[in-house]
């Protein structure tokens, strides 16, 4: 074997390819371990954080137990149902002094209304006195709603009287001028098998013998309004109160979350804001149709609160959350899914629910068959939020909210 052979040879026999190869294979180990380090750093940080919601998904109870139901397609925004601001022309009255006048009315030009603190007030002018107190201190707090009261629907009676729904203490007719007040139909009494656990408005007949009121349900309290709205159990009532016999009956049942209510002219029949169902429904109180009932109107495109009558024969219905269409409604939505309600309400609070749904106030007149003839929006809320009531007096309309502090009033000449 020649030198240069030899050479070759020896070049051939060089351990380049285990040289070669150690540092690749110290690299692949490296970098394996490196992300065996991150798979369990990552797995464990998941761990941590998914540990206690599967707890909190398949461990705990909800609170709720919804039932599933059908709402039709929202009707389309237009026509009368049109977008528009004139709700943002109205001015706020008694600003951050009242919190939550939810029902408004007038004896003349004084106005009286019920507030979050469980007052009766009168309001002139400018100024606030008080009425009367239905309940005692503490105030200021959901906790204390059950001793403090929250007076919710007020009318007038034929003898200058107001009648008030409080959502937890019951009936009471109120003497505006001594504050003498009287319990007519106590807050918690059992009728027809169940409890009244949740008055909200009240209607009077012209001379004053009949009450007819709506108990929102039989299970849930003012105070949980978002379990009852998500659970949305057919469990709420429309009763009759007889104020010279104080016979006290059941007109109507199974309905999801009725709300405002009001008596027609003929006095046989009541409208009724079925709120879950984003309709008004006709409960037939007297004559031939007795326990009755029909609807007013469907589907409409927001959920209905108080009802009141309008001066040219028509009726002011109040909605603070609307189903847009073209849009998305998540109410709508989460009607046909009691799953999705029930891990949302293991996961968040009332309080925290009551953000993810969008403000927007509408109010509008609707007539005989339920044909709407004019409406006022404020998208978003930004002037009048959580409208909950329209009260119409000389030429104004005065809106009450159920967590406002104030009333706002909208001069109908500028709209």
């Given amino acids: 074997m020649n030198e240069s052979g030899g050479l070759r040879l020896r070049r051939l026999q060089r351990p380049q390819v285990i040289t070669d190869e150690l540092p690749e294979r110290r690299l692949k180990s490296s970098g394996t371990y490196s992300g065996r380090v991150f798979q369990v750093t990552l797995l ?49 009255l008694f600003e951050d002094q009242i919190l939550g006048p939810e029902s408004i009315t007038n004896i003349g030009d004084v106005l009286y209304t019920g507030t979050a603190d469980g007052q009766i007030l009168k309001l002139i002018g400018r100024r606030i006195l008080t009425v009367t107190r239905l309940g005692k201190p503490p105030c200021g707090s959901k906790e204390d ?55 909200n408005d009240v209607t009077v007949t012209r001379d004053g013998k009949k009450l007819y009121f709506t108990d929102s349900s039989s299970r849930w309290q003012r105070r949980n309004y978002m379990e009852l709205i998500m659970e949305a159990t057919a469990d709420g009532r429309v009763l009759e109160f007889d104020t010279e016999t104080k016979e006290l009956t059941v007109i109507m049942d199974n309905l999801r979350f009725p709300n405002g209510i009001h008596l027609l002219p003929d006095e046989e029949s009541v409208l009724v804001a079925e709120t879950t169902m984003a309709r008004i429904r006709r409960v037939h ?24 009558p309008s001066s040219s024969g028509g009726y002011w219905v109040a909605m603070s959350a609307v189903r847009a ?7 709508d939505f989460l009607s046909q899914r009691p799953w999705i309600k029930k891990l949302i309400f ?18 509008a007149e609707l007539h005989d068959g339920g044909i709407c003839t004019r409406s006022f929006h404020d998208p978003n809320g930004l002037v009048v939020a959580y409208v909950s009531e329209v009260h119409e007096h000389a030429g104004s309309l005065y809106l009450g909210s159920f967590r406002s502090p104030y009333i706002a009033k909208l001069d109908l000449e500028a709209v």
Avoid: H
Avoid at 151 to 176: H, Q, R, S, W
Avoid at 285 to 295: E, H, P, R
Avoid at 325 to 331: A, D, T, V
């Fill in 325 to 331: 269409n073209p849009g998305f409604s998540l109410l």
């Fill in 44 to 92: 464990s940080l998941g761990g941590f954080f998914l540990l206690p919601l599967l707890v909190v998904v398949f461990i705990l109870e909800s609170p709720i137990n919804p039932e599933a139901f059908s709402l039709r397609e929202p009707p389309l925004m237009k026509g009368c149902w049109e977008p528009n601001l004139k709700l943002r022309e109205s001015q706020r």
């Fill in 285 to 308: 109180v007297a004559g031939l149709n007795k326990g009755g009932m029909d609807t007013f109107v469907e589907n409409l495109p927001g959920f209905p609160d108080n009802i009141r």
């Fill in 346 to 363: 293991k996961l968040f609070s009332p309080d925290v629910l009551v953000k993810f749904v969008p403000r927007y106030s509408l109010v």
């Fill in 145 to 199: 709603e059950p001793v403090c009261g929250r007076p919710l629907g007020i009318k007038v009676g034929p003898n200058g009287t107001l009648f008030v729904a409080d959502a937890y203490l019951g009936l009471f007719e109120v003497n505006p001028s001594t504050g003498e007040k009287t319990r007519l139909v106590a807050g918690g009494e059992v009728v027809g098998g169940r409890k009244l656990s949740f008055i």
